[in-house]
């Protein structure tokens, strides 16, 4: 349940009701730089949560200090109730939770097929080749095509349908949409909300605000390593003044 004690902004755009993911008190550094300074969010199950903010807010560092990939961090992450702020990143993979990195992180002397038998299982759960095709059906025409001769769209697909295969439930996506052709983002966008009604729950670092206003239930603005606000979608017309401000669009 999320600590009422805690008095930030991003508490009031959540719910008690399935919560999945609580972060409190994250702190994070990299080498001497402290980047996060007490961030504080929730996110339910079967929600698509996302992370907005300049560049450099530490958007990119909350998921990875969640996801175990940061060195040094204190506070806690709480997933389904149990605590990780000091588990492997193996751990935290096995128990469900998985992370999409904005460079996408195929192999790029593999073919497709080749990078989507890679990962290890490391849940029940996981969706099969022709489930994957029927998502990204590109894919399946290019199987044999190494990740080299993919267009930056097709690795961006072939990066969520490695993760999809591993069985996790909870998907982190950084900066899916970052340098795509519109009719890609759309892709990405009916893929992202496929997969909410599948039941998969989605913590979303995004810029593209106006790709993010399409499928996100709800958001949290991230600022200098902190949580500095939060609202629903349902709240998102009323808050645009101020989201300009945060944003700079």
Known sequence: MPDTAIAEPATKAS????????VRNLESWYGESHI????????????????????????TTTLKSIMGMIGKRTGSVRFNSQEIIRAS????????????????????????????????I?????????????LF???????????????????QMLAIARILRTGASFLMLDEP?????PVIIQQIGRTIARLKK?????????????????????????????IIDGFSNAELSANMDKLHTYLGV
């Open 15 to 22: 719910t008690a009701a399935g919560t999945i993911l609580e």
């Open 36 to 59: 996060l300074h007490g961030i504080n969010f929730d996110v339910n199950a079967g929600e698509v949560v996302t992370l907005l903010g300049r560049n450099g807010a530490g958007k």
């Open 89 to 120: 990143s193996d751990r935290i993979a096995r128990m469900g939770i998985a992370f999409c990195p904005e460079e996408r992180g195929i192999f790029a002397s593999l073919d497709v097929k080749e990078n989507l038998l890679l990962p290890p």
């Open 122 to 134: 490391v849940r029940a759960g996981g969706l099969s080749l022709d489930q994957i095709f029927e």
């Open 137 to 155: 059906p590109n894919l399946k025409e290019r199987l044999s095509s190494q990740g080299t001769k993919l267009s930056g769209g097709e690795q």
């Open 177 to 181: 949409t970052e340098g795509l052709a």
């Open 198 to 226: 599948e039941g998969f729950t989605i913590l979303l670092v995004e810029q593209n605000f106006r790709f993010a206003a399409t499928v996100a239930d709800r958001y949290y603005v991230v600022e200098h390593g902190k």
